[in-house]
């Protein structure tokens, strides 16, 4: 009899988890999907999606440290940083396989650098994240079009296309980076004093400081990690998309990537969330705008109906405390 | 009673401490620069045409302001701009011929946008949902609502609405009278104690509550408030572009933001005001203008635009800070 | 006429009795005084009659009406003002439109704000303070937040007075206002006994008492002790009511003599924020204790050598060679650690696993970049039991756990970074009384082997038992010494309100 109640309170504790929650939307959807569209549920249907969402999933990465760090943490710039790591990258490399380290690690230093320029603004300079790096998007529109100069930029080599789309056991490199990068990022957030250190940070700023943790330099480094993630998901965008097709490619990640960070359970108060969430998040929203599009709902409707599944979502997990008395 | 001049030197000497103050430093120089550089600047015809292209900014930033001061942030407005405007053409269109027609599009048109901030309202206070992210998601939803009402741009609107929005009356135009009677509008707000309780809920919500403020209602009219600029704002675009759009309003909320940042009021809430964001906004305007007469390309037009609004609230940031230790300095040598 | 009732009220917080069957009543227009020691539960007496908190047993009868589940907001209703010492104020707002919010006069009209109006009222409010503030239109134009914190109290005040409460409670309200200002405050207290408002003040200060209260409460361990007129008193009388038969508890640390131990830590001119000019040592093995009347200073002490806050000093020496303590970090790099007591803003982070609520600072002081949880748990463990820490999992969130073991985590942290010198700052603060005890027995175990450890208490008996000698603070300052026979609690009280007197007369 205890045991049972027991049972039944771990389930209930369970679909207050947001992972939880974000996990079963994900196979309800494809359930009712494969109900209505024999084979949505597919292989093959399911790995496509799942690319799609690991470049988001990518980005949503840098943009979950940042948030997990408090402090109204925000990187409205990613999406920018993404389209400049593709085009960096395209520029260095000139569609030579030989100089694909070369252009990696162009990617990397000029988008840490950058980045590190918003986590300055932020720490030293108390401008409000969500400003600052707004206005470092428009600095990076411009940078981006210097470097392009109105005429187009290389595409991939023929190596970084087959690293993405090429296929192992019938799933695309891409899908491997994007394990790695989790296993990485879990690693860190469980395993290493930095994520300790992070944690703490967004859970209680002042504490964190009392605690021994220089808060200040580990929330201006994780805007440049943000920045140098989101550059080398734009330069793994480029094997991809195979060229740059235009200089707003990457835009549409900044939103999405906040989103995908929320739904997968991250707190937008800081110091509460797991990667983990966060890729199954970016899955579920890919997979809820697959869904959608597979039932033929046109694009208006599908937008209002993506919006409002949003906002339940958000409703179920992601509310403030109740602050009166 | 004091003389002009003493209240005169009185306000001057307070002006640093306003938080309006910086802009209003970069706006003068700005306006000094396109004295030199920009040719016939000046001229009545261009600073026309100029106001009536700043004015969907100048609204937005004012209604994104009520909802800053009240401690929330409204990133949907962009999307807002959109529905409205597609919602207020398309009754154009459908209502053509009847007498009608105008007041019924504008009614609907601003009762769509203050709709819209009521839902806001009742999911961050209410549903306690936060303000960024609810507001993120309702974009989505008002933008999805208006690809449905419009497909793409188009639409007839009448003529005469262009030439009554760009009409001019003693030499003003008519968008100068519109918000001069939207600013006394604002100024009604201010008197009534609107503004100050909402600043409260904003600036401590504790002490809000602590006060018997009816802190969830405050919240809700200034989205509501942010609605009704916003639908406004909407409504200027159709009389100037004469046609409908679905996409007119992307990228206005990060502008506004921008503006009512760069007009000093703090994005924490409680403080700044409302004068601010109209200069900020028009900062924002200009930025384009001085580096074109400057001669250098529009990829420094960005640039500049970016630099700008990131020196700028580093430099209010600082200036804050050096004010506080002024006023502590003052009174320390007082006692 | 009896205007508030309070019978057989109680309230626990957890395993701590806030309050045990308190009878308190209010007559109409008395200015009625609550004291006692540190943690005695006048402030949650008070919160019950603001409707703040819920009892958890006993009635309260506001004007001989019983009232149940009163919110705040009822409270207000019923005529009852609170003035606390953490502030209610807007602090982006000015004096004027704090003192006015919510309830601004309007015209008839338009319903505008009668600006007029409302800065008469603001500065009729103030008015009893015109001798002590520059009091103008101008002065009530001001943004609260650039006022000092005295100034800011004052408001808090005029803004109560503003809502014309029935029945008004100043709760350390003149904690930090000087000489003249309480003046001031005497005569709002004189003119609201005029017209019929009764107030309840909670005070430390025995003079106010003799000078203006009419009866006064004594409280001790959350129970009732007595209700006395004041002129049937004196002023010793009531601290040793407040203090209670203090041969009961006795004192377990040995009395020690450090005259020939080392110097381990050496401070000379000690100054920052609500700091002046401290100085003192600290032997190896010694147990300081900073004392005296709440908020003097002693936090800031710690905070400042702890690096926390900014501070000037003319030496700071550790084993006799000068230290740089200006940040957290370097004062962790040279074997200090901080508890604070107020472990939700200071201490733990309360969503986190407790197994890294205890490693971080650890991993920080001895530089390790990566861990094994399964090697952590082993030195964790045995910590956690010798600070006898009950919990589920070391993975489940700090908040899972009972105030006192939640604090027992944060000096599991602290113990686990092997410190030379440990700051307590009110570390005790919510814990049981069995596990207290306990981490007695641990702090002497660990001083006979030889780390030090600089006390600050808001408990006066812990602080008497537990330390080897007291610095009395007062405003910022060492007011006295205390050791050996002198550590007792009318001594400290004594020092600590003495002192008080000095420098109002000094004034």
């Known amino acids: 009899m205890k045991n049972s109640s027991l049972t039944l309170r771990k389930v209930r504790l369970g679909f207050r988890n947001p992972t939880v929650i974000a996990l079963f939307l994900c196979f309800l959807i494809l359930l009712i999907g494969n109900l209505v569209s024999p084979g949505f549920a597919s292989f093959g249907l399911i790995v496509n999606i799942l690319v799609v969402a690991s470049f988001v999933g990518l980005v949503s990465g840098g943009q979950f440290l940042i948030i997990l760090g408090g402090g109204n943490g925000l990187d409205l710039s990613v999406g ?154 734009g330069f793994l965008y480029l094997g991809y998309l195979s060229s740059v097709y235009n200089i707003s490619l990457g835009d549409k990640f900044t939103l999405i990537s906040v989103i995908a960070v929320v739904v997968g359970g991250t707190s937008l108060g800081g110091g509460k969330g797991t990667y983990i969430g966060v890729a199954i998040g970016a899955f579920l929203l890919q997979l809820m705008e697959s869904f959608l599009v597979t039932i033929r709902i046109d694009q208006s409707m599908r937008q209002v109906l993506f919006g409002t599944i949003l906002l339940v979502i958000i409703f179920m997990y992601g509310r403030e405390q109740k602050m009166q008395n | 009673m004091k003389s002009k001049k003493e209240t005169f030197l009185q306000f001057s000497k307070s002006l640093p401490r306003k938080p309006y103050f910086l802009s209003m430093i970069i706006l003068i120089f700005f306006f000094i620069m396109l004295g030199f550089i920009g040719r016939n600047y000046y001229s009545a015809y261009n600073l026309t045409t100029k106001f009536r292209l700043w004015m969907p900014l100048l609204l937005v930033a004012l209604g994104q302001t009520f909802v800053i001061l009240g401690g929330g942030l409204d990133m949907s407005v962009s999307s807002l701009l959109a529905l409205v405007n597609v919602v207020t053409v398309r009754l154009l269109m459908s209502l053509s011929g009847s007498p009608f027609q105008v007041p019924i599009a504008i009614l609907a048109g601003i009762g769509v946008g203050i709709t819209a901030g009521f839902v806001n309202g009742l999911l961050v206070t209410y549903l306690r949902l936060p303000p960024l992210i609810s507001t993120y998601g309702t974009q989505i939803v008002w933008g999805g609502l208006a690809l449905r009402v419009l497909h793409q741009s188009g639409g007839e609107v009448p003529f005469s609405w ?63 408030l942010c609605g009704f600029f916003a639908s406004l704002a909407a409504i200027c675009i159709v009389a100037e572009t004469v046609t409908g759009n679905p996409l007119s309003g992307s990228g206005y909320e990060l502008e506004s933001i921008s503006a009512v940042a760069l007009g000093g009021t703090s994005l924490a809430g409680g403080a700044g005001g409302f004068l601010g964001s109209i200069l900020g906004a028009i900062v924002l305007k200009l930025i384009n203008d001085v580096i074109f007469f400057a001669g250098l390309g529009v990829n420094y037009q960005v640039l500049a635009q970016g630099l700008i609004i990131i020196l700028a609230l580093a430099a209010g940031g600082q200036l804050t800070k050096q004010n506080t230790s002024r006023a502590q300095l003052k009174r320390r040598k007082k006692v | 006429m009896v205007v508030c009732k309070a019978t057989g009220v109680s309230k626990r917080y957890g395993e701590v009795v806030a309050l045990d069957n308190m009878n308190f009543s209010l007559q109409e227009s008395e200015i009625h005084y609550l004291v006692g020691v540190n943690g005695c539960g006048k402030s949650t007496l008070c919160k019950i009659i603001a409707g703040v908190v819920a009892p958890d047993a006993g009635e309260l009868e506001i004007e001989g009406v019983p009232v149940s589940l009163m919110s705040p907001n009822e409270a207000k209703r019923r005529g009852i003002a609170v003035v606390y010492q953490e502030l209610s104020l807007i602090p982006q707002l000015s004096i004027e439109e704090n003192i006015m919010l919510g309830i601004e006069p309007r015209e008839k009209s338009l319903g505008l704000v009668d600006r007029k109006a409302s800065t008469e009222t603001a500065l009729h409010y103030l008015g009893y303070f015109k001798n002590v503030l520059p009091l103008d239109e101008e002065y009530v134009k001001q943004t609260v937040a650039d006022l000092p914190i005295d100034e800011q109290q004052i408001v808090e005040i005029a803004k109560a007075l503003a809502r014309k409460p029935k029945i008004i409670i100043f709760d350390e309200a003149t904690a930090s206002l000087h000489k003249q200002q309480v003046d001031a405050f005497f005569s709002i207290l004189r003119e609201l006994k005029s017209v019929g408002v ?63 131990v080392e110097t381990v830590f050496q401070v000379n001119g000690l100054t920052g924020k609500r700091i002046r000019d401290v100085s003192f040592h600290l032997k190896k093995g010694e147990i300081l204790g900073l004392g005296g009347l709440q908020g003097q200073g002693q936090t800031e002490v710690l905070l400042a050598l702890f690096g926390s806050i900014p501070f000037e000093a003319q030496s700071v020496e550790l084993g006799g060679k000068p230290v740089d303590l200006s940040t957290t970090v370097k004062a962790m790099d040279h074997s200090l650690a901080y508890i604070s007591g107020d472990r939700k803003k200071a201490g733990v982070f309360s969503e986190r696993p407790i197994f890294e609520n205890i490693i971080i600072s650890s991993l920080i002081k001895f530089n390790r970049k990566v ?25 489940d969130p700090a908040n899972s756990l009972s105030g006192g073991n939640q604090q027992k985590i944060v000096i599991g942290r602290w113990l686990m970074t ?90």
């Open chain 1, 80 to 233: 920018r940083f993404v389209t400049l790591g593709a085009i960096i990258g395209g520029v260095v490399s000139q569609k030579q396989d030989s100089k694909l380290i070369l252009a990696l690690l162009a990617v990397m230093v000029a988008t840490f650098l950058l980045g590190l320029v918003n986590g300055v603004g932020v720490t030293h300079f108390r401008i409000p994240p969500l400003v600052m790096t707004m206005s470092m998007s428009i600095v990076i529109i411009a940078i981006i079009r210097f470097i392009t100069g109105g005429i187009g930029v290389p595409g991939a080599s023929k190596l970084l296309q087959k690293i993405i789309t090429g296929k192992v056991l019938g799933i695309p490199g891409i899908l491997y980076i994007w394990i790695l990068f989790a296993v990485f990022l879990h690693y860190l957030m469980n395993n290493t004093t930095f994520g300790v250190k992070l944690m703490a940070m967004g859970t209680n700023d002042y504490a964190a400081r009392l605690a021994g943790v220089k808060v200040k330099r580990l929330r201006t480094l994780l805007y440049g990690f943000s920045g140098m993630i989101a550059g080398i998901t």
């Open chain 2, 162 to 224: 262009y030439t009554v929005y760009s009409s001019t009356f003693l030499g003003i135009p008519f968008s100068v009278y519109l918000l001069a009677l939207l600013l006394l509008g604002v100024y009604y707000l201010k008197r009534t104690g609107f503004v100050t309780q909402l600043k409260a809920c904003g600036g401590n919500i504790h002490g809000a509550y602590e006060s018997v403020l009816p802190v969830n209602k405050l919240r809700i009219q200034s989205y509501m």
């Open chain 3, 198 to 260: 009764s107030t309840i003040v909670i005070s430390h200060k025995m003079e106010e008492i003799t000078e203006i209260g009419d009866r006064v409460t004594i409280m001790r361990s959350g129970k009732l002790v007595n209700t006395v007129a004041v002129k049937d008193v004196t002023g010793d009388q009531v601290i040793h009511m407040m203090v209670g038969d203090k041969e009961l508890l006795e004192r377990k640390r040995a009395h020690m003599d450090f005259k020939d």
């Open chain 3, 371 to 395: 861990f094994s949880r399964k090697r952590m748990n082993e030195e964790i463990l045995p910590l956690l039991s010798q600070i006898r820490t009950t919990f589920g999992k070391l993975s």
């Open chain 3, 418 to 507: 092997k410190p030379a010198i440990l700051l307590l700052d009110d570390s005790m603060k919510g814990i049981d009384v069995g596990a207290t005890k306990e981490f007695y027995d641990i702090m002497h175990t660990l001083c006979d082997a030889g780390m030090s450890v600089i006390w600050h208490s808001s408990e006066d008996l812990e602080l008497l038992n537990n330390t080897d000698r007291v610095l009395v603070f007062d405003s910022g300052q060492i007011v006295d010494e205390l050791v050996g026979e002198r550590l007792n609690e009318v001594e400290l009280y004594r020092a600590a309100l003495d002192s008080r007197k000095k420098h109002i007369a000094v004034e």
